[in-house]
């Protein structure tokens, strides 16, 4: 019976501190958001840049609404896409410096889309570990033989490389800044190697678009890598960019070829037009204020430095997604229900997304928040991260 096997899956999420549960915000996203009445200082959300409750992003969906209405009435292939939408890929294009963008409704039917339109069943794909889960699915739904090669670790992906039979072809896939650990792929060394054993290469940049590189451009921009190097770069428009919607952005050949065989592409109804719009005017609130990624950069070295004076577990990230790693599930639950009291929110996160014994505080930063706003943090983290917790060495 179904329902006694959920029974069953429920009552053991529940006794292994897994079980997961909804807040229910009663404000718009931003570093102080009401939930149960109560105000709290937020520190896991994925706006980056703050820009998800912006009067120009605001403005721009509210006008798009007016001219163009609300629905996508149709998938892009029928009669669903509408210059919005076209504009904003074109756009999308020129910032990352691709021949062209196609946008998808998620980043998660990015992934499933991109992956299973490039490879199916005789063919390899080899992805980091630690990589999302929805490029872990799009392995799976594609039938191509799927193997892991350690957290950034290039050696054991060129052995592997290397075992690789003549036949078939071969996808690497890699987050770009992974997003339960914030540090990044080398992408650079990345690319040579997919150069050298004829695989072609697939970057998510989820958690760069927006927030990394000078121009925002993202994680191929740090890295400098054209598309002849990163064939494939995905993007997401609902962190960074402070909207909703993701893209992947490459040559011709693969943009025509995801328009005909992606299928969480063809058989979805497009975005709502205002939403595309409102992408639009984040990126040029992009371009045209790059204060927001200073600030933010500033914010991480704060916490990082006074994090480290209080000796608390941090992990080696340096961008916006900082965790603090707890281990055990019920005493990161712990930590987050002390600092709720304290008025901070930040989520535990604990396996199935992270592995058995890594369960962390996935503490996020935002250009919205304040040096005092840090300053909160760290007194409320000082707080509740027991002693047993803190790394010796470094705790005055
Ligand atoms: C959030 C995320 C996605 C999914 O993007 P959505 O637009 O939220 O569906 C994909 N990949 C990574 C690495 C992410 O962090």
Known sequence: MITKALQDRLAERHHQSRYRM???????????????????????????????????????????????????????????????????????????????????????????????????????????????????????LSGAKFQRFHHNDLDDLERRLQKLPPTGNRLLVVDAVFSMDGDIAPLDELAVLAKKYDAYLMADDAHGFGVLGGAGAGSAEVFNLDQQQLPVLM????????????????DELLIESLIQFARPYIYTTAMPPAVAAASLASLELLSAESWRR???QALIQQFKRGAQDLGLPLMPSNTAIQPLLVGDEALAMTISANLDMEGVLVSAIRPPTVAIGQSRLRITLTAAHSADDIATLLAALDKTVPVELRIAAQYK
């Open 22 to 140: 909804r807040r229910v915000l009663e404000t718009a996203q931003g570093p102080r958001v009401a939930v149960d009445g109560r105000e709290y200082l937020l520190f896991c959300s994925n706006d980056y840049l703050g820009l998800a409750n912006h009067p120009k992003l605001i403005t721009a969906m509210q006008e798009a609404a007016q001219q163009y209405g609300v629905g996508g009435g149709a998938s892009h292939l029928v009669c669903g896409h509408s210059s919005l939408h076209h504009q904003l890929e074109l756009r999308l294009a020129e910032i990352t410096g691709r021949d062209r963008a196609l946008l998808f409704s998620t980043g998660y039917m990015a992934n499933l889309g991109a992956i299973t339109a490039l490879i199916s069943k005789g063919d390899h794909i080899i992805e980091d570990r630690l990589n999302h889960a929805s490029l872990l699915d799009a392995a799976l």
């Open 235 to 250: 993007g997401t428009l609902g962190k960074g960019i402070g909207s909703y919607g993701a893209f992947i952005a490459g």
């Open 294 to 296: 200073d600030h933010l």
